[in-house]
């Protein structure tokens, strides 16, 4: 009767650990999926963790966001591998872009008082990391936002990254990586076909216009220092021209 009852209670103690785990795997899913909506700015009715394990890192750690575009879709299972293998544990998360698929975030979880610089240690692992995704024929760029206090401001990480990313010479695919330092003004083009380029577009001849469209993302790749920014600041210009036509 002893032993029965033993046997019982061992049972119980199980049945309940099994039901804690699987309820903190389900909260642990659900935050992945909060996550994914917070870094794209989507309404969430509440940024709180449900799972203990992103609770407790998330009350104690500082964090920076690591936007990666990859030459194709994103390798989930290589990065996921290469993380393991050194050794972050929980304090590196990797989460697919659910947007583009051949997009990818790294939550990267630092110690407040870390003896290294935040800064320095995402550029150390996207040293390490980007040449080893070359050798799986696979190019990166990345972007480092600034370090945040709470998973609640990965909205704002992201922004920060994709600014970083604008900053990408024009014309260069070689594998890279860029930290946000702050917003800069895009500087000012003057293309000289431009009045030839808008008569175009007024006159309905497609494709003559084609032709001086690839003839301008010819010219940005030759220009001196020209960033993503820049390109895009003068896409813009060309656009709202282009509607007052």
Same mark, same amino acid.
């Given at each position: 009767?002893?032993?029965?009852?033993?046997?019982?209670?061992?049972?119980?103690?199980?049945?309940?650990?099994?039901? #804690?785990?699987?309820?903190?795997?389900?909260?642990?899913?659900?935050?992945?999926?909060?996550?994914?909506?917070?870094?794209?700015?989507?309404?969430?009715?509440?940024?709180?963790?449900?799972?203990?394990?992103?609770?407790?890192?998330?009350?104690?750690?500082?964090?920076?966001?690591?936007?990666?575009? *990859?030459?194709?879709?994103?390798?989930?299972?290589?990065?996921?591998?290469?993380?393991?293998?050194?050794?972050?544990?929980?304090?590196?998360?990797?989460?697919?872009?659910?947007?583009?698929?051949?997009?990818?975030?790294?939550?990267?979880?630092?110690?407040?008082?870390?003896?290294?610089?935040? #800064?320095?240690?995402?550029?150390?692992?996207?040293?390490?990391?980007?040449?080893?995704?070359?050798?799986?024929?696979?190019?990166?760029?990345?972007?480092?936002?600034?370090?945040?206090?709470?998973?609640?401001?990965?909205?704002?990480?992201?922004?920060?990254?994709?600014?970083?990313?604008?900053?990408?010479?024009?014309?260069?695919?070689?594998?890279?990586?860029?930290?946000?330092?702050?917003?800069? #003004?895009?500087?000012?083009?003057?293309?000289?076909?431009?009045?030839?380029?808008?008569?175009?577009?007024?006159?309905?001849?497609?494709?003559?216009?084609?032709?001086?469209?690839?003839? $301008? *993302?010819?010219?940005?790749?030759?220009?001196?220092?020209?960033? $993503?920014?820049?390109?895009?600041?003068?896409?813009?210009?060309?656009?709202?021209?282009?509607?007052?036509?």
């Amino acid at each position: 009767e002893v032993i029965k009852r033993l046997e019982n209670r061992t049972l119980l103690e199980n049945q309940i650990l099994t039901s #804690e785990k699987e309820k903190e795997q389900a909260c642990y899913d659900y935050d992945v999926q909060l996550l994914n909506s917070l870094i794209l700015d989507y309404h969430v009715s509440s940024a709180r963790m449900t799972s203990q394990k992103l609770q407790r890192i998330n009350g104690s750690h500082d964090l920076m966001l690591l936007t990666l575009h *990859f030459s194709r879709t994103s390798p989930d299972a290589l990065v996921e591998e290469w993380l393991g293998e050194q050794g972050f544990g929980d304090l590196a998360l990797y989460l697919s872009g659910s947007t583009s698929p051949d997009l990818g975030f790294i939550i990267l979880f630092t110690a407040p008082q870390s003896v290294i610089p935040n #800064e320095k240690l995402a550029a150390q692992i996207l040293d390490s990391f980007i040449p080893w995704m070359e050798d799986q024929e696979t190019s990166v760029c990345a972007g480092i936002s600034r370090t945040h206090h709470d998973l609640s401001e990965l909205g704002k990480a992201y922004r920060e990254t994709t600014l970083a990313l604008d900053q990408q010479p024009v014309g260069k695919s070689s594998p890279c990586w860029f930290a946000y330092a702050g917003e800069e #003004e895009p500087r000012p083009i003057a293309w000289d076909k431009t009045e030839e380029f808008l008569f175009r577009i007024d006159a309905g001849m497609e494709e003559e216009a084609r032709d001086l469209t690839r003839e $301008l *993302f010819a010219w940005y790749a030759d220009l001196p220092d020209c960033t $993503l920014a820049d390109v895009k600041y003068h896409c813009y210009q060309l656009s709202d021209q282009c509607r007052l036509i």
